[in-house]
């Protein structure tokens, strides 16, 4: 499915790690990706707001990591070993039909974590989790965490008011993919991306963005073509740059909002551009 282009010059550079224990799709979910830093200090919003004690209990669980494109945190039905916390980048959380059907239905940056089947008590999900835009942030395995969690009901309030967020978030997704225009939706997406990324440029193709938005590839182009004649971006190889905030918000059309409203309430996260 997803496969990570730069293992070879990883492994050659120490950059990277991993055990063999079966079948290419299980040594993806167990490469190690060293990165050098402190698992005290984050960027993360959730591990930069619980309290002093909670950070101590995790810090010796935590290890930094980074999250390069494409780069594979969970697949469906497989045990969840580790949750990423994020200081950068973007993560995608995708579902999949039956026969071949998926559609991303999530996104998590700085603002939170993966593994939410976890925090709620399962240890795996029908889901696919892989990094969309390229960054680094730290991990810890899933045991050690339920473990805090469970010792620490301020954490474990943290954690689940966050799922409840990305929950609303997933919702306004189906409201999106089911009633919103093309343009309509990839308008709020790119907000939704640049909300959680500093940069104005976001790393992405035109090809990911058709299997993010279920569509065909054309159709992203054309919808891109549209925002772009009305100066609201900015394409170029492989990237594409916000010019008006304000202008993406209109052409979102009142499903981009409700759920970044609900995460500030229940978190007090607050998004990186307004």
């Known amino acids: 499915m997803y496969v990570l282009e730069p293992i070879k010059d990883w492994l050659e550079t120490g950059f990277i790690a991993y055990t063999h224990r079966g079948s290419k799709s299980q040594v993806e979910t167990r490469f190690a990706l060293r990165y050098p830093g402190s698992a ?37 039905k497989r045990p969840i070993e580790h949750v990423y ?13 039956g ?27 029908p889901h696919s989790v892989h990094i969309q835009i390229a960054g680094r942030g730290q991990r810890i395995a ?13 954490l474990r309030s943290i954690l689940l008011r966050y799922i409840q967020g990305f929950m609303v978030q997933a919702a306004q997704t189906a409201l999106a993919n089911g009633r919103g225009k093309l343009d309509t939706r990839l308008a709020r997406w790119l907000l939704m991306a640049h909300d959680r990324i500093e940069s104005s440029t976001l790393g992405l193709t035109h090809e990911y963005l058709s299997l ?25 190889r ?23 409203a609900e995460q ?3 978190t007090g996260w607050r998004r990186l551009h307004r």
């Open 238 to 260: 492989s990237s594409i740059t916000i010019k008006d905030r304000a202008g993406l918000e209109t052409v979102a059309d009142g499903i981009y909002g409700i759920a970044e």
């Open 40 to 76: 005290v200090s984050s960027r993360n919003y959730i591990l930069d707001t619980i309290s002093p004690e909670d950070r101590e209990r995790l810090a010796p669980h935590l290890e930094p990591v980074a999250l390069p494109f494409r780069f594979i945190l969970e697949m469906p």
């Open 142 to 154: 899933a045991g050690p965490l339920l473990q805090i969690v469970a010792q620490s009901p301020p």
């Open 99 to 125: 026969s071949g059907q998926e559609i991303e239905v999530g996104v998590i940056g700085f603002d939170g974590c993966s593994g939410s089947a976890v925090l709620l008590g399962a240890e795996r999900s």
């Open 85 to 97: 916390f994020p200081d950068e980048g973007l993560i995608s959380v995708v579902t999949h039909g």
């Open 212 to 236: 993010m938005l279920g569509v065909r590839r054309p159709g992203v182009t054309v919808a891109l073509q549209k925002l772009e004649m009305m100066g609201l971006v900015a394409t170029g």
């Open 264 to 266: 500030e309430r229940l």
